[in-house]
């Protein structure tokens, strides 16, 4: 009787088992473990629109699941950045881009992380998301314009990598990202200004030279 009520207790379910996430969730150590599950049950309680309830995370029949691997573990580690666990909500977007998946959630995933570098001012952080996300754009573009009825939004990693470049000095490379986004068509409210600013960098910095 033990042996059966034990074997319930443990009964694969819910999002876990939809996902194909349980072998990955039980080799995590008991403190991971938890901290999915906290910042799972926040989600819940504090998105109204969020479609699963407390117990659809590891317990329950869910025959098609409104997420994959990736934006299911995403939108955890998203709460977990909103209530200012930095280290958790790295753990798990990380581990989310090990899982298969899209260039598009790669994309809102890195833009995620790039947003969490950006609070702890890591500058190197930020230029290996922004470098990454800008490296795989060709992939997911076509699916962020279909979402976007035609258009392509402002990018966070693009314009994050035009300040980074210009921080270093590297005004013409910053100049060639700025020209590239006009040429793909990404929005960019700042393209005159940053250009004429950078243009003028770029002038000043000829005349030290040939001084």
């Not at 379910?13 to 995590?28: H, I, Q, R």
């Not at 573990?73 to 989310?96: K, M, N, V």
């Not at 005159?192 to 770029?202: D, P």
Request: glycine share 6%; net charge neutral.
């Amino acid at each position: 009787m033990i042996g059966k009520v034990f074997q319930i207790f443990r009964e694969k379910g819910g999002l876990l088992k939809a996902l194909d996430l349980w072998e990955w969730y039980e080799n995590l150590d008991a403190r991971k473990q938890k901290a999915l599950k906290k910042y799972y049950s926040l989600k819940v309680i504090k998105n109204l629109s969020f479609p699963y309830k407390a117990k659809h995370f590891d317990s329950g029949e869910i025959e098609k699941p409104l997420y994959t691997k990736r934006t299911f573990l995403a939108t955890i580690a998203q709460t977990a950045l909103l209530e200012g666990d930095l280290d958790t909500a790295r753990w798990i977007y990380e581990s989310a881009l090990g899982m298969e998946g899209t260039p598009y959630e790669e994309h809102l995933i890195l833009n995620d992380l790039l947003v969490l570098a950006q609070k702890e001012k890591d500058l190197e952080g930020m230029e290996r998301y922004c470098k990454r996300d800008i490296e795989i754009f060709p992939l997911y573009k076509d699916e962020l314009r279909q979402r976007w009825n035609g258009t392509i939004p402002q990018l966070l990693t693009f314009e994050t990598m035009v300040y980074l470049l210009e921080r270093k000095g590297r005004i013409q490379e910053a100049l060639k990202l700025v020209e590239r986004m006009k040429e793909e068509g990404i929005t960019y409210p700042y393209y005159h200004e940053v250009k004429e600013r950078l243009l003028i960098r770029l002038k000043d910095e000829e005349k030290k030279q040939a001084s």
